[in-house]
């Protein structure tokens, strides 16, 4: 007890600039409204921190049957496979978890122009406030690589000793946190060079744009990559295959460093490994290096900047809005969402992680299409293949519609919302219409277009075309339930997602989302037997969307709300709280 | 006219604002003043329906505005007391935003943004977002997007702040014009200097209370007073102003 006060008393005390400068932006990594209210950070840090170390205890109950079972078998090199194959599974896990942890502070990675009006009145050198910043972001990625293997490594280590096993669990286990803590290392530091290059070597109007799309990539990347690394414990038959690539493939250098580790290396994966921890420090050190040398001119840069934007742009999107909106404040609607949806960042981020894995789905079930042998006998006519080929589009436009949807619910600076109270109380039809166009053109034009051509190739072109128009009438039908059940202006309500429930918020809803879809492609799949049955099911949809549209006619059209509802107390009843 | 009856805020009981009463003639500018935590903003507030007023009524016109909000919100300009904008959005694009939302066309809104930002001399940050202005150039934005519309009733809370010197003279000549053209101002603010120059009634509001509502020269006359700030001084300031600064120089110095 006197040591934890002891500590308390420490950590409360004042250090320095350099430590209270870190303290600082320590506190601002998980200052996000997203997730938390200001008044939870400790609660939301540990409970992270927590989530991430208890990842590991998962392992023994995952895998302690497989290696029972393994064990018992002769095949010792089977054994072998089948740790190597989970080994580069980790591995795999840590670089994508750490690429997607850096992904999403990728505009944190270095003070903003914030930080230097603030921090640059006070006795601190520029280098201070550059390096305080990188080190703490770096600091905590490297304390969740540290919580996500340890565990796992101890765990791992303890369920695969045995009859075949490769080495003592002590070198076992410090070899796979080893191998998994370089691999981590090495993408955080890779990632934080390619953004230091990219600030400090393109010119400030390019900046922007390059580092979005940058991070986009690599977004979509990591969140595609998740299913195929979800079956690499199955790559037994080719773990130990060397192909002339695989010396430029980063997860299998980290995984010849573990084999060296335990002392099972040949000579070419001691060559991979030596690779994987040159690697891991050239990208150290070039990271430092570069920041040394550009720090300065980092902050001349950012501190003298000016969010200039390009005319064509600007003008373009004016164009569309001045030749679809029906009238002006239609268009002022509509424009605000479009700008604002582009513009800001946590928002341009969640319509990124909600594209990302609607597009990592639809490539992963495309090419498990393909691959599954479905097609050897041309196109899809039945079955559960021609369920998935239907989901496709649907798929796709519910995750482009719930990350346009939840981007909405956050309002882009609830101070200066006076405007639009003092504006556009009564624009509800105006409201309506305006997103009526975001939806069509950022979820139902896009889900369409990407899985048409796929539709033509694995079905006849008939289906294609019904499954198109399932897909589409049934987008339109739930787009009009959205707009008949929300009355604000996107973006300037008050109403914060991080005041809900993560669970309610994500997993609720996805999984949702996976049922209706299925119950949905079902019955689209009835509709496919025949053409007269198909244009029956799009009549019947046609007609469903005809009577959501129609609404009662009321003699007063309800105002706009601007402030948030009371929080339920119980959110299955509604009961709202006193 | 703009009059405003008995109006009330309480938050819990405890009021804000209590029984306010006034009134604006067109052609007029009202001072509003007071110390910090008077109640001015909560009024103005009130009067723009940003908050409901907790009993009082206001009439614009002869209409009971609480009743007609959106019709009264069609007829006023406002200038909130802290600059808050949109500020990923530039410069022209939130006047085009608040010109749209009211309705105006772009062929007549187009060329008053480009002329207002002329003006005020941002025509070369048109396209800059926002979060580079600087306070001055914010409080610029809102004013032409407050005056783009050219309502009858102008409420403005602060105007001035963060204004450089010549933009607050040629807003405070616009205000004389504007009264001239026979707009009604309701000018709320801190700096007494300014009030004197260009208001000809002043409501002087302390604890949420109307301590005084009278003619700038007569109150002068009254207070037996220079300026209005002697008079604002008799009526509000309660403290030892070099009592107060002794102890922070101490506090300091601690």
Redesign the interface.
């Known amino acids: 007890m006197p040591l934890r006060r002891g500590a308390r008393e420490w950590l409360e005390a004042t250090h320095g600039p350099l430590f209270e400068l870190h303290r600082h932006y320590a506190g601002q990594l998980f200052e996000s409204e997203l997730i938390t209210s200001p008044d939870d950070l400790r609660r939301v840090v540990i409970t992270c921190l927590a989530a991430i170390a208890s990842l590991g205890f998962i392992v023994p109950k995952l895998y302690y049957q497989k290696y029972e079972f393994l064990s018992l078998g002769p095949n010792a090199d089977l054994y072998r496979r089948a740790i190597y194959a989970d080994q580069l599974f980790f591995i795999v896990m840590t670089i994508l978890g750490i690429a997607a942890l850096v992904t999403f502070q990728w505009d944190s990675l270095f003070p903003s ?1 914030q930080d230097y009006l603030i921090l640059r009145a006070l006795p601190l050198k520029l280098s201070h406030i550059y390096f305080a910043k990188l080190t703490t972001l770096c600091a905590l990625v490297v304390l969740v690589i540290v919580l996500l293997n340890i565990p796992c490594a101890v765990s791992f280590a303890s369920v695969i000793s045995g009859a075949h096993d490769l080495a003592p669990s002590w070198l076992e286990t410090f070899a796979e946190f080893a191998a998994a803590f370089c691999a981590g290392v090495f993408v955080l530091f890779v990632l934080a060079l390619l953004q230091t290059v990219l600030m400090n070597v393109l010119p400030l109007r390019w900046y922007a744009r390059a580092s979005a799309s940058v991070q986009s990539l690599l977004l979509v990347a990591v969140l595609c990559a998740i299913p195929w690394a979800v079956d690499l414990p199955n790559a037994v038959h080719w773990v130990d295959w060397r192909p002339a690539w695989s010396g430029y493939a980063p997860p299998l250098w980290y995984l010849a460093l573990y084999e060296k580790l335990i002392g099972r290396a040949s000579h070419g994966d001691s060559v991979l490994a030596l690779r994987g921890i040159e690697a891991m420090i050239a990208a150290i050190a070039a990271t430092i290096l570069v920041s040394v040398l550009f720090h300065r001119r980092y902050a001349k840069r950012i501190f003298e ?7 064509s742009r ?1 003008h373009l999107a ?1 164009r569309v809005a ?1 030749l679809i909106a029906r ?3 239609e ?3 509509l ?2 969402a479009l ?2 949806l582009e ?2 960042k946590q928002h341009r981020m969640i319509r990124l992680v909600y594209a990302g894995v609607g597009c990592a789905l639809l490539i992963e079930s495309g090419i498990g299409l393909i691959l599954s042998g479905a097609m050897s006998r041309g196109p899809i006519q039945r079955g559960a293949a021609l369920d998935a080929g239907f989901a496709l589009p649907l798929l796709l436009f519910f995750f482009l519609f719930t990350g346009l949807r939840y981007a909405f619910r956050i309002p ?2 609830l ?2 919302n ?10 509800t039809l105006e409201r309506e219409r305006a997103l009526r166009l975001i939806y069509f053109g950022f979820a139902i034009v896009p889900a369409v277009v990407t899985t048409l051509p796929f539709l033509f190739l694995v079905l006849l072109p008939w289906k294609a075309i019904y499954g198109v128009c399932f897909a589409v009438l049934i987008a339109l039908i739930i787009i009009e339930r959205e707009l008949s059940n929300t009355d604000t202006i996107p973006l300037t309500c008050s109403y914060l997602p991080g005041k809900r429930n993560i669970l309610h918020t994500g997993i609720i809803y996805w999984l949702t989302v996976f049922g209706l879809t299925s119950i949905l492609t079902a019955f689209e799949a009835i509709g496919a037997a025949n053409p007269v049955r198909a244009a029956l099911a799009i009549g019947v949809l046609a007609l469903i969307l005809f009577r959501t549209q129609k609404r009662e006619p009321s003699s007063e059209l309800p105002e706009l709300r601007f402030d948030d509802t009371p929080e339920p107390a119980v959110a299955t009843l509604g009961l709202a709280r006193e | 006219m703009l009059e405003v009856r008995k109006l009330t805020k309480r938050y819990s009981a405890i009021p804000a604002v209590q029984d306010v009463s006034f009134s604006i003639r067109p052609g007029q500018i009202l001072g509003y003043l007071g110390p910090n935590g008077s109640g001015k903003s909560t009024t103005v507030k009130m009067l723009t329906g940003l908050i409901e007023p907790s009993d009082g009524e206001i009439f614009f016109r002869g209409e009971n505005v609480l009743k007609n909000r959106l019709w009264f919100s069609r007829h006023f300009g406002y200038v909130p007391e802290e600059p808050y904008l949109y500020a990923h959005l530039t410069g022209r694009e939130y006047l085009q935003l608040a010109g749209r939302l009211r309705g105006m066309e772009k062929s007549l809104l187009e060329p008053k943004i480009e002329a207002m930002l002329e003006l005020f001399g941002l025509a070369e940050f048109r396209d800059t977002q926002m979060s580079s202005y600087s306070k001055g150039m914010r409080q610029k934005v809102l004013l032409s997007a407050a005056l783009l519309h050219d309502p009858q009733v102008l409420i403005l809370d602060e105007p001035f702040s963060g204004l450089d010197v010549t933009a607050a003279l040629v807003f405070r000549s616009l205000l004389q014009a504007l009264a001239n053209e026979g707009k009604m101002i309701l000018y709320s603010s801190h700096v007494l200097e300014v009030v004197e120059k260009v208001c000809s009634e002043v409501v002087i509001l302390h604890r949420g209370r109307v301590l005084a509502y009278d003619s700038v020269a007569r109150l002068r006359d009254l207070r037996a007073s220079t300026s209005l700030e002697d008079v604002f001084s008799q009526l509000v300031m309660q403290e030892d102003v070099g009592a107060v600064a002794s102890q922070m120089i101490a506090v300091m110095r601690a």
């Open positions: 122009r900047s000016e969010v200039k934007l390009r005319g600007l004016e001045d009238d002006p404040r268009s002022a609607i424009l605000f700008r604002s513009r800001l882009v600076d101070r200066a006076w405007l639009f109270r003092l504006t556009a109380q009564d624009a």
